[in-house]
C-alpha cells in the first residue's frame, strides 16, 4: 500500500498536477478582489467562503486523470492478478491525492488569507477546516473518478457528479467560519468528511471492478 502511494504521489508531482490545483485556487482567490473591489471589510467578511469555493473547484481539476489512464493502461488487472484488493488500492489513491492536494492547498490558503483580507483568527478557523474537509473532497474525487472512467465525455460530467455530493463539506467548511457558532459545523463538517472517506473508497472499488468486465 505504501508503494502505490509513493507511485500515486509521484506521479502527481512529476506531472505538474498539484502545482495546477494550487494556482487555479489562487487564481480564484486573487479574481474575487478584482470582482468585489477593494472593500477590506467586505472581503475580510466572505473571504473565507471564497477560499472554500476556491477550494471545491480547485479538487475537480484532478478528478479525471485519478482513475481513468491505469484503468485504460491495465494497471488495475495487474493488481487483481497479483491478488490486491481493489479496495486497498482506491484507499491508497486517496491517500495519495490528499497528500497532493491537501497540504499544498492549506499552505496556498495562507496566501489567498492575505489577498483577502482575513484575520489570524479567521485563517486559523479556515486551516482547521481545511485540514478536516480535504481528505473528503480527496476520496470524493477519488470516487468520482472511478464513476466516469470509460464514460465517453466523462470529464464534462465530472462537476455534475462530483461538485451535488461536496454541497456539505462547503456549507460546514464555510459554517465553521463562524466565530458564535462554529463549532457545531466543525463536528459537522468531520463527520461529512470521516464518512466520505470510510465509504468512498468501496464506491470506487466497485465501479472499477464494473469497468474491467
Not at 506531472?15 to 479574481?31: C, E, I, P
Not at 478582489?33 to 472581503?43: E, M, R
Not at 480535504?134 to 465517453?152: D, Y
Request: hydrophobic content about 60%; charged content about 10%.
Amino acid at each position: 500500500m505504501i508503494a502505490l502511494i509513493r507511485r500515486d504521489l509521484r506521479r502527481s508531482v512529476s506531472s505538474g498536477g498539484a502545482t495546477l490545483v494550487v494556482a487555479f485556487f489562487l487564481l480564484v482567490a486573487t479574481l474575487f478582489p478584482f470582482a468585489i473591489g477593494p472593500d477590506g471589510a467586505l472581503l475580510a467578511r466572505i473571504g473565507g467562503g471564497v477560499i472554500w469555493t476556491a477550494a471545491l473547484l480547485a479538487a475537480l481539476l484532478p478528478v479525471e486523470r485519478l482513475i481513468g489512464p491505469d484503468l485504460e493502461a491495465g494497471i488495475f488487472d495487474q493488481f487483481a492478478v497479483r491478488g490486491l484488493s481493489m479496495t486497498s488500492v482506491t484507499m491508497a489513491k486517496t491517500i495519495a491525492h490528499w497528500l497532493s492536494f491537501g497540504p499544498p492547498l492549506m499552505l496556498a490558503a495562507v496566501i489567498a488569507a492575505g489577498l483577502l483580507d482575513l484575520s489570524a483568527d479567521t485563517l486559523l478557523r479556515v486551516e482547521i477546516g481545511l485540514l478536516l474537509g480535504t481528505p473528503g473532497l480527496a476520496a470524493l474525487a477519488v470516487a468520482t473518478s472511478a464513476l466516469v472512467a470509460g464514460v465517453r465525455g466523462g470529464g464534462a460530467v465530472t462537476g455534475l457528479v462530483m461538485l451535488p455530493l461536496a454541497v456539505p463539506l462547503l456549507i460546514f467548511g464555510a459554517g465553521s467560519l463562524d466565530p458564535a457558532g462554529g463549532a457545531g459545523a466543525v463536528k459537522l463538517l468531520a463527520a461529512v468528511s470521516l464518512v466520505l472517506v470510510a465509504g468512498a473508497p468501496f464506491l470506487a472499488a466497485a465501479a472499477i471492478r464494473a469497468g474491467m468486465d
